[in-house]
């Protein structure tokens, strides 16, 4: 079984600034430069003959490169938040991308994913911190609210293999995807 996934990497210049962001905040650990990506979809863990034609799909997706812009901070896990994350200004071209993706592992056998898609970048995880924490990333995450990592043009996507170790997760790139239709 492979675990795997399919997401956009994001160019040095908004990770550069993403980096910032996450000194800003108080997290306990932060996601490594390398490792900071938008995830379209979670694969999960599949059969090498699924993925490969999740593969295939995915090739066949045609598509023109579009502009997305990274802008915002937030909390998963309401009461007891668990990530934090930069967002995306909503993005028609980003929503379409994504659906064809979806369709694409849906046709290789994936089952579909239950949750709505709310396209994010995972700045660091962590364990729901006690109240006197809270408070702090809280104010720190409302402050950087209005924060822009900046925008940068969609030009491929990649579906990447997951590697979970003691030290947290390495990514491997296993094909990419370019945008041109
Ligand atoms: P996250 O950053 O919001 O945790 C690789 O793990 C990527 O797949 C991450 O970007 C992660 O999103 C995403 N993902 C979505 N659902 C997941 C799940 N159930 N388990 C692990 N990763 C998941």
């Known amino acids: 079984m492979i675990r795997a996934f399919v997401a ?33 979809l979670f694969l999960g863990e ?20 579009f502009r997305l812009e990274i802008a915002g901070l937030g909390l998963f896990g309401g009461d007891r938040p668990r990530a934090a994350w930069a967002g995306v200004t909503a993005s028609a ?19 579909p994913e239950r949750r709505r898609f709310r396209p994010h970048v995972t700045l660091g995880r962590f364990s729901p911190p006690p109240p006197e924490e809270r408070m702090r990333l809280e104010r720190a995450v409302a402050g950087g609210a209005a924060s822009q ?15 979970l170790g003691p030290k947290g997760a390495r990514y491997e790139e296993l094909a990419e995807y370019p945008l041109n239709g």
């Open 8 to 40: 956009i990497p994001l160019p040095e210049a908004i990770r550069s600034a993403l980096v910032l962001q996450q000194f800003l905040l108080p997290l306990p650990r932060k996601i490594e430069p390398e490792n900071l990506h938008l995830t379209l």
């Open 46 to 65: 599949v059969p090498g003959p699924v993925l490969e034609a999740a593969h295939e799909g995915l090739a066949g997706i045609v598509m023109p490169p």
């Open 93 to 111: 071209p980003l929503e379409r991308l994504q659906a064809k993706v979806e369709r694409a592992a849906r046709v290789a056998g994936i089952a």
């Open 149 to 163: 990592a900046g925008a940068f043009d969609v030009t491929r996507f990649v579906l990447y293999r997951s590697f």
